[in-house]
């Protein structure tokens, strides 16, 4: 899974794409830390790595989408689900990930975010502990 490639260092960046200009566009800057929590129905967070590098792309063609994943698919390392899901969209955020560490796990409160998306711009991590 994607939490466990990051923590063993196998995979060094994240991707979120969409057709329009929407989170993490514009929200995640170097030296961010971005904590993850495993997708698995427990909502603990579970590591957290800092930013080393963030590229945002202006509005892309599909083949430049497709040309821009395949020339990062060594850090990417996605899947082929992936791969499917992120090539061709028109706006992409690739975001490079150093140093990241298992953390003993916790739980947020979410209460305050009405749209849960995947991304969750929270500022001080200790104001959403649960």
Same mark, same amino acid.
């Given at each position: ?36 929590? $495993? ?8 590591? &957290?790595?800092? %930013?080393? /590098?963030? =590229?945002?792309?202006? +509005? ?28 061709? $969209? ?8 150093? &140093?990241?560490? %298992?953390? /003993?796990? =916790?739980?947020?409160? +979410? ?20």
């Amino acid at each position: 899974n994607e939490l466990e490639a990051l923590i063993t260092g196998t995979k060094t960046m994240v991707i979120r794409g969409a057709a329009g200009r929407k989170l993490p566009y514009g929200r995640v800057f170097v030296n961010d830390t971005l904590y993850f929590i $495993k997708n698995d129905g427990e909502g603990k967070v579970q590591a &957290k790595a800092i %930013v080393a /590098d963030v =590229f945002q792309s202006e +509005k892309m063609t599909e083949d430049e989408s497709i040309s821009l994943i395949e020339k990062n698919q060594d850090k990417l390392r996605l899947t082929e689900k992936q791969y499917k899901r992120w090539s061709g $969209k028109r706006y992409l955020i690739l975001i490079q990930v150093d &140093k990241v560490d %298992v953390i /003993d796990p =916790f739980v947020i409160d +979410k209460s305050n975010y009405e749209n849960m998306d995947d991304w969750l711009p929270v500022g001080n991590i200790d104001e959403v502990r649960a």
